[in-house]
């Protein structure tokens, strides 16, 4: 996993929390690059899970409803870091639809290690149905960034079903426009 979804998250809770608590759950987590990141280096997904799980445990909040949270910022964070995948795009439909053949492709030509997901997008009218579908758990982070999506292009689209599988490497999402 690139280390710029550790940065961030890093970030996300050294000003949430402070700093005690992400020194501390990056002790607890017991870490593989022990807390070293560079957001342009490859990690194990794995840690961030444990960074997860063990923030979780601290301030008892449940690791999907954290992960979400975590992908609703981390979008924020995308249109900041990489403004040039907006240009022209100015709808969540389309930006979304996007993600799988060109900006998840453009994120691999930067960054060739990259371990990205397979997203499939069926837009009908008001509509949209995604699926996701990774190696890695997830689901509940793809959740979070559509979620920021919303948000960013200020529409009114609810996620009327987000079937997330246990293991949370695969999910199916149901889009609507009000
Ligand atoms: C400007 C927009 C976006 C950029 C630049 C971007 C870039 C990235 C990058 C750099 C990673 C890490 C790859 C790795 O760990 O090796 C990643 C992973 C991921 N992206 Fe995106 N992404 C964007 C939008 C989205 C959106 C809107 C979604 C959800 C629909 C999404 C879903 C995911 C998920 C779930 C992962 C975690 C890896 C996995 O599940 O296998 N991304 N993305």
Do not use: Q, W
Request: net charge negative.
């Amino acid at each position: 996993m690139k280390g710029v979804v550790f940065t961030e998250f890093f970030e996300l809770v050294e000003t949430t929390f402070g700093e005690d608590v992400l020194d501390d759950i990056i002790d607890k987590a017991d870490l593989d690059s022990e807390g070293a990141y560079t957001a342009v280096g490859k990690y194990d997904h794995d840690d961030m899970v444990k960074l997860v799980e063990a923030l979780s445990a601290e301030i008892n909040v449940p690791v999907p409803e954290l992960i979400e949270t975590y992908g609703k910022y981390l979008f924020g964070r995308f249109v900041v870091i990489y403004p040039g995948f907006f240009d022209g795009v100015s709808s969540t439909f389309s930006f979304l639809s996007r993600i799988d053949n060109h900006i998840h492709v453009e994120v691999k030509k930067l960054y060739p290690d990259a371990e990205l997901p397979v997203f499939d997008a069926i837009i009908n009218g008001p509509k949209m149905t995604m699926t996701y579908d990774s190696k890695r758990p997830f689901g509940y982070l793809a959740k979070g960034l559509i979620n920021g999506c919303i948000e960013h292009f200020g529409e009114t689209i609810e996620i009327i079903r987000a079937d997330i599988s246990t293991d949370m490497t695969s999910a199916t999402f149901e889009l609507e426009a009000r």
